[in-house]
């Protein structure tokens, strides 16, 4: 059965031990299979738990790869939450704006990927607007980085921001293919000082995504809301787990 998640950051203000039986209760009833963890140290002392006690996992999870002095330690936590895939949220937005920090860049993500295999991890990277932001010789920034990067190198199109930041989603996807595994599906106006709103109520075409992607982990993702985020997620995956069945 294929995932569809959420990504804890958007409960971030919601989720508490006190409160996550009852949240949790509420996202599974939706359709949720998953949750995509963040920060995981924040959470590591409680949360897993609480997730196998609901028979669900967070097979993905953002936390930061690169540069990281202590993967041992990340990989311990990540274990304890059942995590397969770990993918690094963000890197300095400057970083995008030439081919030789690229090149950097994705050598060290290149560098990671055995090390990860050897503690039974597969690595990648989100994206948000600014990896799009730059002509790099007639190659946009995110085609030049991914054409760097080793295919051992995963790919979580944040589907929002990439449409924020130029791109043609639907055709991002289908030319990356395979390279994508996840997707962040959000939605509302394409204004980056709004904030999100429920899947299917905003100016994305989301259904174009959602069929281009439809081999692809779903994960809803709210950067901010307006309303409840509990509702607003819990709507979200109402909405797409009608266009996955």
Known sequence: MTALSVQLYSLRESVTPETADAILDQLIDAGANAI?????????????EVLRKH????PSMHARIVDNDDLDALFAIC??????TIFQPHYEPST????????????KFNALVPIAAAAGFRIGYHNHDFEFAHDLDGVNSYDYFVSKLDEGVLLEVDTFWAEFGGADVVDLLERLGDRVTHLHIKDGRLDERAPNVAVGAGEL???SILEA???????????????????????????????RA
């Open 55 to 58: 028979g669900i996992a967070s």
């Open 205 to 207: 075409d989301v259904d």
């Open 36 to 48: 995509e963890g963040f920060a995981p140290d924040r959470y590591a002392d409680w949360l897993p």
């Open 213 to 243: 992607g439809k081999d692809k982990v779903w994960v809803i993702e709210f950067d901010s809301c307006a309303t409840d985020v509990v509702a607003a997620t819990a709507e979200s995956l109402r909405y797409v787990a009608g266009k």
């Open 79 to 84: 274990k304890d939450f059942g995590t397969e």
């Open 96 to 107: 995008f704006a030439s081919t030789e920090q690229i090149d950097t860049l994705a050598a």
